[in-house]
C-alpha cells in the first residue's frame, strides 16, 4: 500500500499562487499527479507527471498550473499562479503504479482544501 502525505493548502486571494506537495512512501512508478473536486462536481484530474517527466493538463488549468517532481524526494508538486473562485476545491494527490498483474493501480491522498476568495 503506497501512502501519499499531502500539504500545502489553504486560503488564498484571487489572482494569488499556492504550491501543493505530495510525498509519497515509494518511488514514483508509472505517474504522479492531482485531482480536484469542488462541492457537488466530480472529481476530475488536472494534471499528471510520468517517469518520463512529460505532463498533462487540464484545459481548465493549463499555463496556470505547473505540475513537477523530484524523485530523489519521491515528492512531487503543484504550483498553482493566478487563481480563480473556481479553483476552490479539495486538491488530491494520485500515484499510479502497475501491480503485478500487469494492470495500472490507483492511489489516493487524503486531500487538502484550497479555498481561493477575497
Known amino acids: 500500500q503506497v501512502q501519499l502525505v499531502e500539504s500545502g493548502g489553504g486560503l488564498v486571494q484571487p489572482g494569488g499562487s499556492l504550491r501543493l506537495s505530495c510525498a509519497a512512501s515509494?518511488?514514483?512508478?508509472?505517474?504522479m499527479g492531482w485531482a480536484r473536486q469542488a462541492p457537488g462536481k466530480q472529481r476530475e484530474s488536472i494534471a499528471t507527471i510520468f517517469r518520463d517527466n512529460s505532463t498533462n493538463y487540464a484545459d481548465s488549468v493549463k499555463g496556470r498550473f505547473n505540475i513537477s517532481m523530484d524523485t530523489t524526494k519521491n515528492t512531487v508538486y503543484l504550483q498553482m499562479n493566478n487563481l480563480k473562485s473556481e479553483d476552490t476545491a479539495v486538491y488530491y494527490c494520485?500515484?499510479?503504479?502497475?501491480?503485478?498483474?500487469?494492470?495500472?493501480?490507483?492511489?489516493w491522498g487524503q486531500g487538502t482544501q484550497v479555498t481561493v476568495s477575497s
Open positions: 494520485n500515484y499510479q503504479r502497475y501491480n503485478n498483474k500487469g494492470s495500472l493501480a490507483d492511489y
Open positions: 515509494e518511488n514514483i512508478g508509472y505517474a
